[in-house]
Structures are given as structure tokens and as C-alpha cells.
């Protein structure tokens, strides 16, 4: 009796309840907009480079600065959050043109991949392509003059055509993952030995036709959530999964997970949504459901504010206690190339950026 006594009580509660469980979008109410801004949201330069710069790809240090990778030269760069000072050069790279992707493996310490890349043939260098290592943990925040980031070469790749996106797969390892955009494949990297092995090759990554005229657009970014490796693939337009061994490998055929238009690079917030770099169509989106949703950016005869051309994109690391408003781990900073629609007619009127995007409320 006291059972269902209990059960009559708790009755008119779950209707209370079970919406709660089901997770409805944010409702807007009057008076919060400022948390819930209309899409499309507002972009801020962070840095602008000169015209001719293809700013490729990012990635956060603890202490909030950017290292910035670019197509257009073989200097790694560190770029100020908040735009206050010029950009450093971190590293300069012997016998290469471009750097491309960049992931961090721990605390400060970076894996940076490098070779030669034309952007006016709009044509790599197959064999030119390198991993290396950067740690730059000995630079100390607080020390005016930093010292030199400790820089070694991990491996090459001979028979690599493009390497592009890189991301971590075990930490304990040191193993990583390296996609080749124009073999269409995934190599398996052991950052301790140098080892090289093809360990991914699935027909959702491979390249096509592009609009410059070469098989460049394969799979392109890629990372690593749970027993899963997503990636994307710029020739097909899409956002893809395949499910992974411990050692990296997979049993599987790979799963398209949504329609991205144009999606170069993406990454994971904390709500493990993805948000993707739309690097031909000019936006930043966020992936609902099969297909991107705009976030900021459009199109560039639009009244929004412009993403030309971005490439990747990043969260912020800060997490002060104190002061709140310093605080950026709901940012997303995003590289752009100036506008991929220069590279075919070579009328260079913009350069590449980091910009930033505040994503509060569409976390």
C-alpha cells in the first residue's frame, strides 16, 4: 500500500521530470539575449596577416597563447590571445615551404607536421613530408625573454603525398594518427620509435577532383573521441567516423555522420558537439544532427559578420578563479586563409587570421 501511496504522490511530478530528461534546445527568454545571441555570431580579428598568408591550422598552450601553422611558410608562430602583442616566431623548419597540422600531446608539448607545399600550383611535394616535436614547456609565462622551444624531428615520410591533419591516439604510447589528404589513407605514427605504419584506408577518405585541377581533398582533419576516430573529407563534403582497435586499427568500414559543406578541419567542445572549419562556403558550424547548422560566418555578400576561408578551429584554455573576465574556454579561435577563391586567380586583396568566435550559450 505504501507503495503505490508513493506512486499517486510522485504522479503529477513527472511531467516535471521527464522533459528534463529529453534535453529540449535553449529557450530565449526576453532579457537574455546577450546569453543566447542570434545566429549568425560576431567575429573579432585576433591578428590580421598579410595578404598571400594561408593561415592553416592551430592549437592552444595552457597559458592561453595560439601556435599558428601556415601553408605559406615553414616559421611556427605564437600569436597573443588577446591581440595585445605581435606574433613570435616559435620555430623555423629546415627544407620545407608549409606546416600544416598541429596537436598538442600534453601539458605545452606540440607535434607539428611539415613539408612543401605550392600555392600557386596548388600541388604538394610528394616525400617532402615530415612529423616533428615541439616542447615548449621550458618557456615560463612569466619570463619576459623565453628561451628557444625544444625542436626534433620524430620521423618522415617518403612515401607520403600530403600529410595534413595529425591527432593524438595514445597518450601512454605516444602514438598518433597522420592523414595523408592525397592517399587518402591514415599512417600510425610511434612518436618514440619513428615507425610508420598505413593503419587506416577506408573509401570515405579518399580524394577527388578539385577545383585546382589535382587529388588533393581527402581526408583531412581528424580526431580521436572514445573508441572512435572522426574525419572529414573535403571532396565529399562530409564529417565521417570508423571505430578503432587499442592498437589504432579498425574491423570496420567507416560511417558518413553528416553532410559539412566545404568542412576543412573541426574539433570537440566539452558537450563532445563537433564544430567545423567550412573553409570553401566561408562559416564556422555547428554539426546537429546530419548536417551543419551556421554559427557565424556566410555568405560574403551577406550582412553578417565574414569568415574568409577558415581552416580550423580551437577552444581557449583560460580558466582563471579569480577574474572571470579573462576567462576563454567557451572561445573558439579560428585560422582562415584570407579567401580559398584568391589562390585560383591569384588577386591576393586579404590575408589570413585568427579570429574569434564567442560560443557562450550554444555550447
Known sequence: MFFFALLLWFLPFASLIVPALSKPKPVVYPGLDWFYPPLPLGVKVVHQFPPGTWVENLA??????????????????????????????????????????????GKDVFYVVTGNFSLSTFKAVPGSWSVWKVDVRHRHPHITKEKPARVSLVANFPDAIMLNGISRLNRHKKWLYVSDSGAGVVYRLKAKTGKIDTILDDELMKPGPSA????????????????????SNMYRGILARIPIELDGSSRSKARKVADVEGVDDFIFNESHNVVAAQNIINRLGRVTGHEAV???????????????????????????????????????YISTNGGSSQYLTGNFTRGGTVSVVDVRGYW
Request: with cysteine; charged share 15%; proline share 7%.
Open 294 to 332: 551556421t554559427m557565424a560566418g556566410g555568405p560574403l555578400n551577406g550582412t553578417q559578420a565574414k569568415l574568409y576561408g577558415p581552416t580550423a578551429v580551437q577552444f581557449g584554455k583560460v580558466r582563471p578563479f579569480f577574474d572571470a573576465t579573462k576567462a576563454d574556454w567557451m572561445f573558439a
Open 60 to 105: 592552444v598552450r595552457h597559458n592561453g597563447k595560439i601556435l599558428v601553422t601556415r601553408l605559406s611558410s615553414p616559421e611556427l608562430l605564437q600569436v597573443d590571445n588577446r591581440g595585445r602583442q605581435p606574433p613570435k616566431v616559435v620555430h623555423t623548419f629546415p627544407n620545407c615551404t608549409s606546416l600544416t597540422g598541429i596537436t598538442h600531446f
Open 212 to 231: 585546382y585541377g589535382d587529388h588533393i581533398n581527402g581526408v583531412n582533419g581528424i580526431h580521436t573521441e572514445s573508441d572512435q576516430l572522426f574525419f
